[in-house]
């Protein structure tokens, strides 16, 4: 059954070929209000999880990772080794180092020994060998862009390993990357709760529920409309914002279930006429809209505007324009806590899509995102949201401050995530929100640079071994006396695509920046002296 087949109305459905898996564990059909109920019975086991179990790093656990990305493939297409971004979560490897915690990791296909042993050997205080004896690997040799969750649910014997290898259903949850009605009906076939937005509750993940959920906070936004379905809707939209501002020199046009924001386009307004802007707009559109994706067509673009929905927004001018996020998590219990900030690092045609973030904030802004996102936080937690959460801005100075607009919300874990949580599990630090500084238990504070996006096409290549191998003899690896140091991720996409992620920790903001730098040039050096001896062999190709 392929991805395509489970699209309905825009969001994740499981259809009737995995009933007969159904019928075989005894569970409801997916989609049926049986499985709703269900769902919303094992989530009452996350309550009393979270109050009981989840405070005592010593309490017996087991955690279920499923990190799929469970997102339109035609979107997904557009991340060169995406394939390889199941890695992401290998952060929740940290989490053996809570003695009685069991973790299960399921990917698509399996992974390499070498990167799970590699983050097994950054464990603080324990040994691999105790952390290896409760980590169970399990994969799905499966290869396809179809989400890991389906995957697995097409696989009832899977299903029951997986069933299997859990010591105790009351003490047990599944986290995943994002939830959909696929990750829902896993959560119900194996019996424990979901730590992630119910897929009910999710519209505000989308960008047309963000700015109606932005209204409700009270957080300013840009100018613009929601829930669009059609060229005819994006050009009375593009019409009203012009009619508006007769100075508005652009826009911005987003698809709502957008990634990384590779489901943008930027629209030129410029000579524009005074009258009959609608027709002009009609007539041009086409010709002045600039994707953000490598590739994007018209065609393709209106298509998925159809399917799935979209916006548009006045696009924020201004010197010095900056894009901070704030992360934020929503407990069972309905606490709504601030967990980081970020100043994000945008790329792209239109400088929209995600290269990576520095973390903290701006000393000048922090705090005042770090509030604007607690407050659509509250929103969230009450239209049932609970879970991670992240609020994009987009900050412009403004006298002698800085004025802000709310973008989007992720529902979902996102590109800061598993930096910041990385930096928790290997420094045992914590967050204070009082000054939004990172504090590792010493009292000194700590920094960080990251980025899912370090390319070159010499790296291609280079093993798992190799960039180990490179990083302890250049000094990069990370140091746990002295908390500073590199950490990689995506790791499995090096060899073959020269990408790979990497996370720079420091004192400062500028060490963090200049560890970066010297890792690039580090591994650029490298590379150009395996771009030698691959000169050798080109007679084969």
């Given at each position: ?5 489970v699209l309905q109305a825009g969001s994740l459905a499981l259809h009737h070929p995995v009933e007969p898996y159904s019928r ?518």
């Amino acid at each position: 059954m392929r991805y395509s087949d489970v699209l309905q109305a825009g969001s994740l459905a499981l259809h009737h070929p995995v009933e007969p898996y159904s019928r075989a564990l005894d569970a409801p059909s997916p989609l049926s209000d049986e499985e709703i109920a269900a769902f919303n019975k094992l989530q009452e086991k996350l309550t009393r999880q979270f109050r009981d179990i989840f405070p005592d790093p010593r309490a017996p656990r087991c955690v279920v990772v499923v990190p799929s990305l469970s997102i339109a493939p035609e979107l997904l297409a557009k991340i060169d080794g995406v394939q390889f971004y199941e890695e992401r979560m290998l952060f929740a490897l940290m989490l053996l180092r809570l003695p009685r915690t069991r973790l299960i990791y399921v990917t698509s296909e399996p992974l390499a020994p070498s990167i799970v042993d590699y983050y097994l050997n950054l464990l603080p205080g324990v040994p691999v060998n105790h952390a290896k004896s409760r980590l169970t690997l399990l994969s799905c040799f499966d290869g396809s862009p179809d989400p890991l969750a389906l995957k697995v649910l097409e696989r009832p014997r899977l299903v029951q390993r997986i069933r299997e290898a859990i010591p105790d259903p009351e003490t047990c949850h599944l986290t995943v990357f994002n939830a959909t009605n696929l990750e829902r009906t896993l959560a119900v076939r194996l019996g424990i709760p979901l730590y992630a937005c119910d897929p009910g509750h999710c519209r505000a993940g989308t960008k047309s529920g963000s700015r109606e959920a932005f209204e409700k906070a009270g957080i300013a936004m840009a100018p613009g409309f929601e829930n669009l379905h059609s060229v005819d809707d994006v050009v009375d939209a593009l019409t009203r914002l012009k009619e508006a501002d007769p100075a508005l020199r652009r826009a911005v046009v987003k698809l709502d279930e957008g990634v990384s924001g590779e489901g943008n386009a930027v629209v030129d307004l410029t000579n524009a006429p005074r009258s009959g802007i609608r027709d002009w707009m009609a007539e041009n559109l086409p010709k002045r809209i600039r994707f953000e994706a490598k590739g994007e067509t018209w065609e393709a673009y209106t298509r998925e505007m159809e399917r799935m929905g979209g916006i548009v927004e006045t696009w924020i001018e201004g010197e010095n324009k900056r894009s901070p996020s704030m992360q934020g998590r929503i407990t069972p219990l309905g606490d709504v806590a601030v967990v980081s900030t970020h100043d994000q690092v945008l790329g792209g045609p239109n400088g929209q899509v995600f290269l990576g973030c520095s973390f903290p904030a701006d000393s000048a802004y922090r705090l005042e995102i770090q509030e604007a996102g607690r407050l659509i936080g509250e929103v969230l937690r009450d239209q049932g949201v609970i879970g991670r959460y992240g609020v994009d801005f987009i900050s412009v100075p403004d006298g002698d401050g800085w004025k802000h607009y709310a973008i989007e919300i992720n529902v979902r874990k996102g590109g800061t995530t598993h930096p910041f949580l990385m930096l928790q599990f290997l420094t045992d630090g914590h967050y204070d929100t009082r000054t939004g500084l990172y504090q590792h238990p010493s009292g000194g504070p700590l920094a960080y640079y990251a980025s899912d996006n370090v390319v070159n096409p010499r790296y291609r290549g280079f093993t798992p071994w190799d960039l180990t191998d490179i990083a302890i003899n250049q000094g990069l690896h990370f140091n746990s006396a002295t908390q500073q140091g590199v950490v990689f991720h995506l790791i499995g996409a090096l060899s073959e695509f020269g990408k790979l992620g990497v996370l720079c920790i420091s004192d400062t903001q500028e060490n963090a920046w200049q560890l970066y730098r010297d890792t690039v040039e580090v591994l650029d050096r490298e590379a150009e002296a395996q771009e030698e001896a691959r000169a050798h062999c080109a007679v084969y190709r």
